[in-house]
């Protein structure tokens, strides 16, 4: 009985010490995992930290009739259901939302773009690609097929899907991830596709996905064409956007392993990737960055989005680059920071105050920014809403 005792006592000394340095890692450890405040000029407020839609990321989210309308996404969490959503919700506030359709003809999909268009025929919703899942035959494919509506119920294929190789210049590939922002062109409203990726048939693994750095332009969303450019790089999960005056941005994304490299399979495609890419005219693209106010690791993110308010662009939180997870913990993928112009490169904050977050829907909407669900950091995917206002 001693014996036993002796024993159990030793092992009390000797795990104890264990248990106790353990923990104390564990205490410091968690300061990693806190968030900097945010304490820059945007005013933030949480509009509803659960919205009626389900959580969800890969959505997207366009304004008609001075409504919001959001569509679509996809939600791995989801335990019953298909987690890809063919729904489509509208509201006034961002607080209350109204569901127009559970089940729109599109097929349940995520990285696509919506836009709100005019023809010439009135305002309408542009559904364009994205990665599409057929709950009942289960088939999976990326997308070039266009879809409009007037009222987010009733929706009219204007574009069909179509098989083409990556290099062909007489349609856009099927992909998802791309961008979509609109413009002028001769007078006339004109919607520039940008980049994404897709994947090669018959070819497993991470050798089968493409990234395109390719750029199409449409004024009915039926008929495109290519628009020849400089190379701004192969990317996917990028962010876009255009100023009052037509000028037109493309920064950070995704780029894949780069597989012809000598030196290292995390080469860049080109010289100044992650630079915030510039044109006036989709045709020649300028790299910029001012490394002395904003330093290139927080130009380093995908899954983000750039917003033109008030006269500049604002970058807004994202993931790594350096693989599809992300690290919350980072605090390089989360800082806002703005440019203007005038080459007028500013930190806004190097803090978060609506969480860290990728592959989220962001507006423009009743002069605030407005950011809806993504992948966080609280939940993973959530369907919460922000709005922000400059002070």
């Not at 009219?156 to 098989?163: A, F, G, M, V, W």
């Not at 493309?250 to 780029?255: R, S, W």
């Not at 662009?313 to 980072?330: A, R």
């Amino acid at each position: 009985m001693k014996v036993k005792h002796s024993i159990k006592l030793k092992l009390f000394v000797i795990i104890t010490p264990i248990i106790f340095i353990f923990l104390s890692c564990e205490k410091s450890s968690l300061k990693k995992y806190q968030l900097t405040a945010y304490d820059g000029q945007l005013t933030w407020e949480q509009v509803t930290p659960q919205a009626e839609w389900d959580n969800r990321l890969d959505h997207e989210v366009s304004v008609l009739n001075d409504e919001l309308y959001l569509a679509g996404g996809y939600n791995p969490g989801k335990v019953n259901g298909d987690p890809y959503f063919e729904d489509v919700w509208k509201s006034s506030d961002g607080m209350s939302w109204t569901n127009v359709t559970d089940n729109a003809p599109w097929n349940g999909r995520r990285g696509h773009a919506l836009i709100t268009f005019n023809d010439g025929n009135g305002d309408a919703l542009y559904l364009i690609g994205g990665f599409s899942v057929n709950e009942k035959t289960g088939e999976r494919s990326y997308n070039n097929d266009v879809w409009k509506s007037s009222d987010g119920h009733t929706w009219e294929k204007i574009k069909n899907n179509t098989d083409v190789a990556l290099s062909d210049t007489t349609d856009w590939v099927a992909r998802m991830h791309h961008k979509v922002v609109i413009t002028k062109r001769a007078g006339q409203n004109y919607m520039i596709l940008s980049a994404g990726r897709t994947m090669k048939k018959d070819i497993e693994g991470r050798y089968a996905v493409k990234y395109c750095n390719d750029l199409w332009g449409s004024y009915n969303g039926i008929e495109w064409e290519y628009l020849h450019s400089n190379d701004f790089g192969i990317r996917s999960e990028h962010a876009m956007a255009v100023d009052d005056i037509g000028t037109l941005y493309i920064q950070g994304g995704q780029h894949g392993v780069i597989f012809d490299s000598p030196d290292s399979v995390n080469y860049e495609p080109i010289a100044n990737y992650y630079h915030l890419w510039t044109s006036a005219d989709g045709s020649h693209w300028e790299a910029k960055s001012n490394v002395d106010i904003v330093e290139s690791q927080l130009l380093s993110r995908a899954g983000h989005e750039l917003i033109y308010y008030k006269n500049r662009l604002w970058s807004l939180p994202g993931k790594t680059i350096s693989s599809n997870h992300y690290h919350f913990t980072n605090p390089e993928h989360y800082p806002t920071w703005t440019y203007a112009m005038s080459d007028n490169w500013a930190i806004d904050s190097r803090g978060t105050a609506i969480d860290a977050r990728h592959n989220y829907a962001a507006i423009v909407f009743k002069d605030k920014i407005w950011v809806l669900g993504g992948n966080t950091n609280k939940k993973g995917q959530n369907n919460d809403v922000w709005q922000a206002t400059l002070n």
